[in-house]
């Protein structure tokens, strides 16, 4: 096979330029808009179950983006559409508040001064088990140490606890020995002699 051959069939796009801008458009798009239908769920990968799904997605919506052509052109033209895509919609939701409220979405309050919104797990389809996962990852006991556990547009969990956290008291110690080592220091120089 000689180096046109190979270089041919490397380069040669074997759809329409246009085509190929639009597809991996069309597809980012209805993406972002039943990833938003579904909600956040989809977005945090809490079970095997759901990251399946997503894996089996990207799987599904490959061949629609790149259609009937594996050219390395192609998949430049098509990685350029999905940076450029995802850019234009970044941006325009930099900008305008609603888009971006339309497109995220906003947290779902879960726990709340150590209580279960059990009507807001069930519209986040989670289960109290895998809440009390999500609350074990973050070092506590129970929900009973949670102040607010809040199930973020991005799919992360904020949790915030009654109490500062173990490191925050620890660092807090630690100033408060650091500033009454300095005013022991400073006892110790006693007062400068005038002129110095």
Not at 17 to 23: A, H, P, S, V
Not at 80 to 99: D, G, Y
Not at 122 to 144: D, I, K, M
Request: with cysteine.
């Amino acid at each position: 096979m000689g180096h046109s051959v190979i270089f041919e069939q490397m380069f040669h796009l074997r759809l329409p330029i246009l085509e190929k801008l639009l597809r991996p458009v069309i597809v980012y798009l209805v993406l972002v808009v039943l990833l938003r239908l579904f909600g956040k769920r989809e977005l945090a990968q809490l079970n095997p179950f759901d990251l399946v799904v997503l894996l089996s997605l990207a799987n599904t919506v490959q061949n629609a983006i790149i259609g009937n052509d594996n050219s390395v052109t192609g998949g430049v033209i098509g990685a350029f559409a999905l940076l450029a895509i995802n850019w234009l919609v970044v941006q325009t939701a930099f900008r305008s508040k609603r888009l971006d409220f339309l497109l995220e979405g906003r947290a779902t309050l879960l726990i709340r001064d150590g209580q279960v919104d059990r009507k807001a797990l069930e519209r986040e389809s989670l289960t109290r088990e895998e809440l009390l996962a999500v609350v074990h990852r973050q070092g506590f006991e129970g929900f009973h140490q949670v102040r607010k556990c809040e199930l973020e547009p991005n799919g992360t969990f904020y949790v915030e606890a009654f109490d500062p956290s173990i490191t925050d008291k620890h660092h807090a110690e630690l100033l408060a020995r650091l500033d009454a080592l300095s005013k022991e220091l400073a006892a110790l120089r006693g007062p400068l002699p005038e002129g110095q």
